[in-house]
């Protein structure tokens, strides 16, 4: 059971991931065809690079999600890489349950205020030409955090299947 759970959190992790690598593309396009625009043309748009960094925003604020699939989070591998296999999941549940629900949850929380303050708003960029409705992407943050969370089960899951496929006795005789 708890196997079939660890490869639903990977699926749903590694399609992230690959929504992640979508919008590297654009945005890699997004930044082509302004510096085309810029140096080129001599013209440009204020809203096609406020969109630069939306992108790079849900890239990032995404890719966490990811990242702890993919074990690419910091942590200081001179130590762990060394450790038991047993004692590495014991340390990435204790982080898990420890540092990241509660950080996510503040996070997650906290910005929904943030959010809610710039939709009544009515915020848009101060730029002339700058995108309008600032609240949909600031709506990622704890979009992205709770989806965090969710991952963060898979994860918890992962490393409960890593321990107790360590403590089994061995069945060869």
Known sequence: MLLKAERYFDKLADWIGHFCGILMVIMMLNVFYNVVMRYFFRSG????????W??????????????????GHVRVDVIYDRLQPKTRALIN???????LIPVSLLIATGSTE????????????????GLPYRWL?????????YLLLFINVGFIVKN??????????????
């Not at 939306?54 to 074990?71: N, Q, R, T, V």
Request: glycine content about 10%.
């Open 45 to 52: 748009s204020i809203g096609m690079q406020e969109l630069e």
């Open 137 to 145: 992407i600031k709506a990622m943050i704890p979009l992205s955090f």
């Open 114 to 129: 943030f959010v809610l303050e710039s939709y009544r708003s009515g915020e848009g960029s101060g730029d002339p030409g």
């Open 93 to 99: 549940l204790f982080g898990a349950v420890v540092f």
């Open 54 to 71: 939306h992108f790079f925003s849900l890239i990032i604020l995404f890719g966490i999600s990811y990242a702890l699939k993919e074990d």
């Open 160 to 173: 409960i299947n890593r321990y107790r496929e360590q403590t089994r006795p061995s069945r060869e005789a």
